[in-house]
């Protein structure tokens, strides 16, 4: 079974500012990374999949890149809606399908 | 517009059953692979279990199979959870979702319902 790791857990930053948001996965999962945000209150959100497409309707201050086992989530300008968890998954052998620990995206 | 509503959460004592139920609209609902997943009070997202469109592939996670059961209603746009013997480490938010490509069973999910809430305690 695949593990996913997710670093930093907390990331403190302001508006405006540049996020950036790891996931490693145990063993390669190929391109096979999404990404998920989840606003307080709120499911959760497809932003990314197969690691760098952007989900329909997703701004393009959001983007993933990565592929095997590192991949990254970046929000280039944070806005005031942007401050919330961050989840990414795998599709690779599945089943199951694995959810990383989250990320959560905090004002400093 | 992709609506997903869950239905049938509540408060069960351990060892009960529950059936919750997600009814689909905006899309054709049986081409569709459909997925549950919750999320523990505080805590991340876990899969739960996955069902193919025609209903003949379905998948567990460990955690629960021999004690839930996926199924659908093609005829009524209708994803359902039978769960039972349930326990107190199942309390959790049960959200409902469905692939993001139709013909595909393992594929992202997008989007989710809102959720409905379950409770095991005595």
């Known amino acids: 079974e695949v593990v996913l790791t997710q670093s930093p857990a907390t990331l403190s930053l302001s508006p405006g500012e540049r996020a950036t948001l790891s996931c490693r996965a145990s063993q390669s999962v190929n391109n096979y990374l999404a990404w998920y945000q989840q606003r307080r209150g709120q499911p959760p959100r497809l932003l990314i999949y197969?690691?760098?497409n952007r989900a329909t309707g997703i701004p393009a201050r959001f983007s993933g890149s990565g592929s095997g086992t590192d991949f990254t989530l970046t929000i280039s300008n944070l806005e005031p809606e942007d401050f919330a968890v961050y989840y990414c998954q795998h599709r690779s052998n599945w089943p199951p399908f694995t959810f990383g620990p989250g990320t959560t995206v905090e004002v400093k | 517009e992709v609506q997903l509503l869950e239905s049938g959460g509540g408060l069960v004592q351990p060892g009960g059953s529950l059936r919750l139920s997600c009814a689909a609209s905006?899309?054709?609902?049986?081409?569709?692979?459909m997925t549950w997943v919750r999320q523990a009070p505080g805590k991340g997202l876990e899969w739960v279990s996955t069902i193919s469109g025609h209903g003949g592939g379905t998948y567990y996670a460990d955690s629960v199979k021999g004690r839930f059961t996926i199924s659908r209603d093609n005829s009524k746009d209708t994803l359902y959870l039978q769960m039972d013997s349930l326990r107190a480490e199942d309390t959790a938010v049960y959200y409902c979702?469905?692939?993001?490509?139709?013909?595909?069973?393992?594929?992202?999910?997008?989007?989710w319902g809102q959720g409905t809430l379950v409770t095991v305690s005595s």
């Open positions: 979702t469905k692939t993001r490509s139709d013909y595909s069973t393992g594929d992202w999910f997008d989007p």
């Open positions: 905006g899309f054709t609902f049986s081409t569709y692979g």
């Open positions: 197969d690691a760098s």
